[in-house]
């Protein structure tokens, strides 16, 4: 018996816990009734009462108007005797107020009358009619109350019953039609210049396009075809959305395409235009930037009108903002791509130019420290450029009332259409027809999506986002290929392949103005027919610029040589994830001379040693000018140091790269000291030191070794500063010619394994270094080669046939 009882007991122990365990139920509270009269508005309270006494006032001033001889004061006596009925009427509603206004404080007398003497017929009229019916009839009563009241007042001043005075009234007002057209003329004409003068500010900025003035197609989108896929897929939504609105979807209305400047966005829209043969509307990114408030929400308006005739008429339409960062900047999206800061060197113009045989991910570290060279501490506000996208509305933005007209038009309710609809069936006791379904698809495009408001990217609105980025190499080869197709030309398709190699980060812009440039390059020459030797003189025109053709004097074109000669021989002895592809000593806009490297295949990963092969080069040049020098140096190698520290110290300090792993950005956020520290702020110096004495070592050592790399390959120094005062500019190959002895486009590299001529180039060296210090003053004659330049020129002619 007590083996069974057990179980029943803890049953009821445990019931209790679990019921202990959940939350109370909370019961929803009962509504109470109020026992007062909701406390009515003054000018509720006041309102009819005014209505009464300006009525009598009126009737006073038409006795007046129609007796000159009557003062005011005999005509209100009269009214006194005439008009009371308006007086009592005006008491009656002074009566019900104060009426109203005990119910509001006393609640036994509102209890009376609510429940014992109104409350039976409010019951009855509940119970009988709807809330929408007795609304109705309640109007009603008031319009016929209004008109009795109107047809008293006329009848009192056209001296007749109030039933002849109402047939009456259209007389009169036909006979004050002159005046009132005089009145409404002079208020149109005056409203119609403010109303033209609106009108004609919001025209412009909004091209229409119909389906045959389009001839783009998707065939025509070289090098995204990725994206082009994921388009393809709005496109079936808008021609057959009932597929999927019949199994509970709903149609994407938005899209929005960004990526960097030139890379097809805008002709992407069009071909979907084209594709669709939809009408297709492009709005101007200055459309809504105006000088009068207003006027933007006024174009949003006008626009979305258009947008859903034109829907309606065709079944569909395409609307495409371009550059959409103008619309708004609250939002943040994401980031661009590394090294997207600037091409050209931020730092000194009269150092070596390092940027570019730097690879893409160390370019970007010096790019961005130029824009934030000092990080702030945790407790101090963040003063970065990037804080102030914030205020970027206020500089001349479209303005927060068009962007939230643009939110509320892309994604609010849709009024029914017609005046008849909307009123008429209304008046008639029916509902609206409910609007058709527009079907408008929004496009976008920006190269700033960190700009754009985040209410303007929620689904609903904007409900795919694509990121039309750099093309890889074979959207970079698809693209010459479409651009070279439309010109004459000798490239085989070997020499386009390269062409798509070394020219990483090409947009289909820069691939088009890059076929042209070499086309004008050859009608120069007096050709039509492009060669490859056209196309990389356009190359080196756009990456560089034109030279300034500023002669060096001899002791400084040796030394810049010798500087560039460093930086190449080191490049190609240790690095194998960049190849060289020029090298120069013509003095641009922003350096003296420089080396440029390209990646031989797409990459999206950087890893140790190709940084420590970044610091090798960089410091090539102080090394390089150490040595050929004896322990003298440059101020060119500023930019070089520069970058090089850059990139030792986010290996030290955040890459887990260096001698040891912690990462300073994370201990200096969070307060902490570095390893070996206690963990106070104190300590920060003290780790700051630390993490300065690691980057020194590692900048120490690498410049050793650069040395020793140098002194290994002195001879290919000299031979390559020999072709570069020489040629002033060469290319990847030609100085593969010379560190391989091969023979390269402009340079016979098999000269300068000659022992003999590797003489004469020390020799020159040791002139001219004489020179520099000015040991000497006559001119040190450059080492010529006039036997094998002809027959470099003829290997060339040869190697391309």
């Not at 071909?271 to 009408?279: D, I, M, Y």
């Not at 070394?502 to 820069?510: D, E, F, L, R, S």
């Not at 070592?697 to 070794?705: E, F, G, I, P, T």
């Not at 180039?761 to 002809?790: F, I, M, N, S, W």
Request: proline letters at 5%; aromatic letters at 10%; glycine letters at 8%.
């Amino acid at each position: 018996m007590t083996d069974q009882q057990e179980p029943e007991g803890n049953t009821a122990v445990e019931s209790a816990a679990v019921e202990q365990q959940r939350p109370p139920v909370h019961e929803p509270t009962p509504k109470t009734e109020r026992t007062t009269r909701k406390r009515m508005p003054f000018w509720d309270r006041i309102r009819l009462v005014l209505l009464f006494v300006a009525l009598w006032f009126v009737l006073v001033w038409a006795d007046v108007a129609d007796n000159p001889l009557m003062t005011f004061e005999d005509s209100m006596r009269l009214r006194l005797q005439d008009g009371q009925w308006l007086l009592w009427l005006a008491g009656i509603e002074v009566v019900r107020q104060l009426h109203f206004l005990i119910s509001e404080f006393w609640s036994g007398y509102h209890t009376f009358w609510t429940k014992y003497v109104f409350g039976g017929t409010e019951r009855f009229l509940k119970k009988r009619l709807t809330d929408w019916t007795r609304y109705r009839l309640s109007r009603l009563i008031k319009f016929l109350f209004v008109v009795a009241l109107l047809a008293v007042v006329l009848g009192q001043i056209l001296d007749t019953s109030p039933l002849l005075a109402l047939f009456e009234a259209p007389a009169l007002l036909w006979n004050a039609l002159p005046m009132i057209f005089q009145l409404v003329f002079a208020f149109f004409f005056i409203a119609f210049q403010f109303i033209g003068l609106f009108w004609l500010l919001t025209r412009g900025g909004v091209d229409t396009y119909f389906p045959d003035d389009i001839k783009t197609r998707f065939s025509d989108v070289w090098g995204q075809d990725q994206v082009v896929e994921r388009v393809k897929e709005n496109i079936v939504f808008l021609e057959d959305p009932d597929t999927i609105e019949a199994k509970g979807g709903y149609v994407p209305s938005g899209l929005l395409l960004w990526g960097p400047p030139g890379t097809g966005k805008t002709l992407m829209a069009e071909a979907v235009a084209g594709e669709t043969g939809k009408p297709y509307v492009f709005v101007d990114p200055g459309a809504f930037t105006n000088m009068f408030m207003g006027v933007g929400i006024l174009k949003v308006k006008s626009l979305f009108r258009k947008l859903r005739k034109l829907a309606l008429r065709y079944g569909g339409v395409i609307v495409f903002f371009d550059e959409a960062d103008s619309l708004g900047s609250r939002g943040a999206l994401a980031q661009v791509r590394p090294g997207g800061a600037g091409r050209y060197s931020p730092f000194s113009p009269q150092a070596c130019h390092g940027q570019h045989y730097l690879s893409e991910p160390a370019r970007y570290l010096v790019a961005s420290s130029a824009l934030n060279p000092v990080t702030p501490e945790p407790d101090q506000p963040q003063r970065g450029w990037n804080r102030f996208v914030m205020g970027g509305m206020a500089a001349g933005g479209a303005g927060m009332g068009t962007l939230q007209a643009l939110l509320t038009e892309l994604s609010g309710l849709k009024k029914p259409r017609g005046l008849l609809n909307r009123y008429g069936r209304r008046i008639l006791g029916m509902r609206p027809k409910p609007p058709p379904k527009y079907r408008i698809l929004v496009m976008m495009a920006t190269n700033m999506p960190e700009a754009l408001d985040e209410a303007l990217l929620r689904p609903g609105r904007i409900d795919r986002i694509y990121k039309v980025g750099y093309p890889t190499k074979a959207g970079r080869l698809r693209t010459y290929q479409g651009y070279l197709d439309k010109v004459k030309h000798e490239l085989t398709p070997e020499q386009i392949d390269k062409l798509a190699t070394i020219t990483p980060y090409a947009t289909g812009a820069t691939i088009k103005d890059l076929v042209n440039e070499a086309l004008i390059i050859a009608i120069r020459d007096g050709r039509d027919v492009i060669t490859w030797q056209d196309i990389t003189k356009a190359k080196h025109l756009k990456e560089l610029g034109p030279s300034q053709n500023v002669d060096y004097v001899q002791r400084e074109r040796h030394a810049v040589a010798v500087h560039e000669a460093c930086h190449a021989v080191v490049a190609y002895r240790i690095r194998e994830h960049l190849q060289i592809n020029i090298a120069t000593i013509e003095i641009g806009d922003t350096y003296l001379g420089m080396v440029g490297s390209i990646k031989p295949e797409d990459q999206f990963t950087t890893w140790r040693s190709e940084y420590e092969a970044d610091i090798l080069t960089s410091l090539a040049s102080l090394a390089g000018e150490r040595m050929f020098f004896d322990g003298d140096s440059t101020s060119g190698v500023s930019g070089d140091l520069h970058s090089a520290t850059l990139v030792a110290t986010q290996m030290e300090a955040l890459w887990g790269m260096g001698s040891t792993v912690t990462s300073y950005q994370s201990s200096s956020a969070f307060q902490i000291g570095m390893p070996g520290g206690r963990g106070h702020r104190e300590d920060e110096p003290n780790a700051r030191q630390a993490l300065a004495d690691r980057i020194e070592d590692h900048l120490s050592a690498s410049l050793k070794r650069a040395g020793e790399i140098l002194q290994e390959n002195r001879a290919y120094v000299l031979a390559i500063a020999h072709a570069l005062e020489t040629h002033k500019t060469l290319s990847g190959e030609d100085i593969e010619a010379i560190m391989t002895g091969t023979v390269g486009p402009l340079v016979d590299g098999r000269i300068y394994t000659d022992p003999d001529f590797q003489r004469q180039l020390e020799e020159y060296h040791e002139e001219v270094v004489k020179l520099r210090r000015g040991q000497t003053a006559t001119v040190v004659q450059l080492p010529q080669v006039p036997e094998l330049e002809g027959a470099a020129h003829q290997a060339a002619a040869e190697r391309q046939d």
